[in-house]
T-cell receptor
């Protein structure tokens, strides 16, 4: 039962470097999400993909790009990392965009930008 | 705009005390869902409960209970006879359909850190 798998688990970047966070789910879910978690800020939605082929901005999309590669995979890219992007990133998925569907989360990626 | 507020940043109780975590939400939609998630020290996020906007019945599951009141836009979570294992960050969340495009957003509150001391 893999569920939602995120890689890497830890990453340290220098300011200006780029990287892609990978996320894959094996539950045949239609919708996928990227959140960041910061102390005192809770979980904030960066981008989401309601279904394969669509992506939409969340609450804090600036500095990020996403790609819904196929139904299973949803990647998050930082083109030019900044210290303000130091955070824990969570990928999540759910059956569909319906408001009733609960989210299943990956184990998170701890990213530090120096 | 939709918003979820958890005003209590940190709560500390002694084991066996009852504790209530507050959640206040804002939305203009008539159809929406509210969720609670738990994040133990290990870091994973665990689903606890889901409640739709048309069902104001309170729910009890063991030592956990939830009180949903549309009149005050609140969805509070009570732990009875708290235990050390209840120590975690608890998040309240709101989900709704975004306009006519049927794309669903789900947003979280700031979280409440609960520490239960032995």
């Amino acid at each position: 039962n893999a569920g939602v798998t995120q890689t890497p688990k830890f990453q340290v970047l220098k300011t200006g470097q780029s990287m892609t966070l990978q996320c894959a789910q094996d539950m045949n879910h239609n919708s996928m999400y990227w959140y960041r978690q910061d102390p005192g800020m809770g979980l904030r939605l960066i981008y989401y993909s309601a279904s394969e082929g669509t992506t939409d901005k969340g609450e804090v999309p600036n500095g990020y790009n996403v790609s819904r590669l196929n139904k299973r995979e949803f990647s998050l890219r930082l083109e030019s990392a900044a210290p303000s992007q130091t955070s824990v990133y969570f990928c999540a998925s759910r059956v569909g965009p319906h408001e009733a569907a609960k989210l299943f989360f990956g184990s998170g990626t701890q990213l530090s930008v120096l | 705009a939709q918003k979820v507020t958890q005003a209590q940043t940190e709560i500390s109780v002694v084991e066996k005390e009852d504790v209530t975590l507050d959640c206040v939400y804002e939305t203009r939609d008539t159809t929406y869902y509210l969720f609670w998630y738990k994040q133990p020290p290990s870091g994973e996020l665990v689903f606890l409960i889901r409640r739709n906007s048309f069902d104001e019945q309170n729910e009890i599951s063991g030592r956990y209970s939830w009180n949903f009141q549309k009149s005050t836009s609140s969805f509070n979570f009570t732990i009875t006879a708290s235990q050390v294992v209840d120590s975690a960050v608890y998040f309240c969340a709101l989900s709704w359909i975004q306009g006519s495009s049927n794309t669903g957003k789900l947003i979280f509150g700031q979280g409440t850190t609960l520490q239960v001391k032995p």
